[in-house]
């Protein structure tokens, strides 16, 4: 089993739609979870950082934590064409130092 | 955030020999730089971690004889793949961090085809 499971999709949604990505981990010593962007070809690009548990909101990004449950998710509200990438979620115990990554789930928002 | 410069952004090389990736802080002193190897539609996975002045930490798995780093500068980390073979073709991306619990920026990455 891997540490962090998440489905690769691809996901397609119409623009203005409401985007769910989530990934599940089995170490719960992670303390850490992030949400990156990378478009193709890229490098990724930090979205969102959150510490423990709980929701976190920036813009039309929102992160949850549930660490009961070892999940976690990333909603984007009014999808636009231009959040078309791969998004990762990665995870550690120690801030940014060893992060696990997850496979990426590829988005399409078409218009 | 920060700048990071990762150079060349794609390389092809023949079987055999060896590659050198740079990895340049541009704007701000870079403590710790991660080496990650992302093969296609798969997740980023670490291979090494290198702090200024010092000797590597690869992990379990990758070989530090073959995959040479050095951090000789708080703003430069070089990534020298050495007797290239065609599976290490690979998108290799580096991410630079500041002190404990700064963000990590990632690199623009370097696509490596061996041939």
């Known amino acids: 089993q891997k540490e962090v499971e998440q489905d690769p999709g691809p996901l397609s949604v119409p623009e203005g739609a409401i985007v769910s990505l989530n990934c599940t981990y089995s170490n719960s010593a992670f303390q850490y979870f992030m949400w990156y962007r990378q478009y193709s070809r890229k490098g990724p690009e930090l979205l969102m950082y959150t510490y423990s548990s709980g929701n976190k909101e920036d813009g039309r990004f929102t992160a949850q934590v549930d660490k009961s449950s070892k999940y976690i998710s990333l909603f984007i509200r009014d999808s636009q064409p231009s959040d078309s990438a791969t998004y990762l979620c990665?995870?550690?115990?120690?801030?940014?130092?060893?992060?696990?990554f997850g496979a990426g789930t590829r988005l399409a928002v078409h218009p | 955030g920060a700048v990071v410069s990762q150079h060349p952004s794609r390389v092809i090389c023949k079987s055999g020999t060896s590659v050198k990736i740079e990895c340049r802080s541009l704007d701000f002193q870079a403590t710790t730089m991660f080496w990650y190897r992302q093969f296609p539609k798969q997740s980023l996975m670490l291979m090494a971690t290198s702090n200024e002045g010092s000797k590597a930490t690869y992990e379990q798995g990758v070989e530090k004889d073959k995959f040479l780093i050095n951090h000789a500068s708080l703003t430069l980390s070089t990534l020298t793949v050495t007797s290239a073979h065609p599976e290490d073709s690979s998108f290799y991306i580096c991410s630079v961090k500041g002190g404990r619990d700064t963000e990590a920026f990632f690199g623009q990455g370097t696509r490596l085809t061996v041939v």
């Open positions: 990665a995870m550690g115990t120690g801030g940014y130092n060893k992060l696990i």
